[in-house]
């Protein structure tokens, strides 16, 4: 049985977290460097944009695995690393293309990543129950779920109780992604692209 801790206890504890600056401190605050974010989104809103706007940024702190289950390594992926600038991240992002459970094997090892990005999570075909246990054994890195959208929810039983246990959790609607977790900054919302959400936000 683990210890029970104090309220002090809990103060004295330190946690890493990204030292996000700007746009990104505005939306996110400076959330932990562990835990799970969850990010949904219709498509056509700017959901594959954002990933690839956070991955260069999260590349800044740490090496990054791309779990690309749905494009792999297709001529699609290619022109999004290329058209979002991922080509110069030092060699500190790793596209993979492997089902959870080679997965898991890989961040056994050590030295493994400690930030892994998984598209989707409906390619998972992970349980929650799964997806507890995925998070137990990597309970000391950050992983990040990239999810489809039925309506505003996720879809699927098991991605809505995956969003709702995250820590940080992400809707992007209209080329602005919002922070609907527990970090969140002084605007709670970061614009994708300025063009596109001034023109879906000024309509709708």
């Not at 992926?77 to 959870?100: A, F």
């Not at 779920?145 to 929810?153: E, L, N, V």
């Not at 246990?165 to 992007?172: E, F, G, Q, R």
């Amino acid at each position: 049985m683990s210890k029970a801790l104090t309220v002090k206890d809990i103060l004295r504890k330190t946690r890493e977290t990204f030292p996000f600056e700007g746009a990104w401190a505005d939306a996110f605050g400076q959330p932990e460097r562990s835990g799970v974010w969850f990010i949904w989104g219709k498509s056509g809103n700017g959901k594959t944009s954002f990933v690839m706007q956070l991955i260069a940024e999260l590349c800044k702190h740490d090496r990054v695995a791309f779990d690309s289950l749905e494009e792999g390594t297709s001529l699609t992926m290619r022109d999004k690393l290329v058209r979002h600038g991922l080509l110069h991240t030092d060699n500190r992002l790793h596209i993979l293309c492997e089902p959870i459970e080679v997965l898991r094997d890989r961040l056994a090892r050590h030295k493994s990543y400690n930030i892994v990005v998984i598209d989707s999570f409906q390619y998972t075909q992970l349980t929650y129950r799964d997806y507890i246990q995925l998070k137990e054994e990597c309970r000391n890195k950050l992983l990040i779920f990239i999810s489809h959208a039925a309506g505003s929810s996720p879809r699927g039983a098991a991605a809505v109780s995956v969003m709702y246990d995250a820590t940080l959790k992400i809707w992007v609607e209209g080329f602005k992604a919002f922070s609907k977790g527990r970090f969140i900054g002084p605007t709670g919302e970061y614009t994708i692209w300025d063009e596109g959400a001034a023109r879906y936000w000024g309509e709708k």
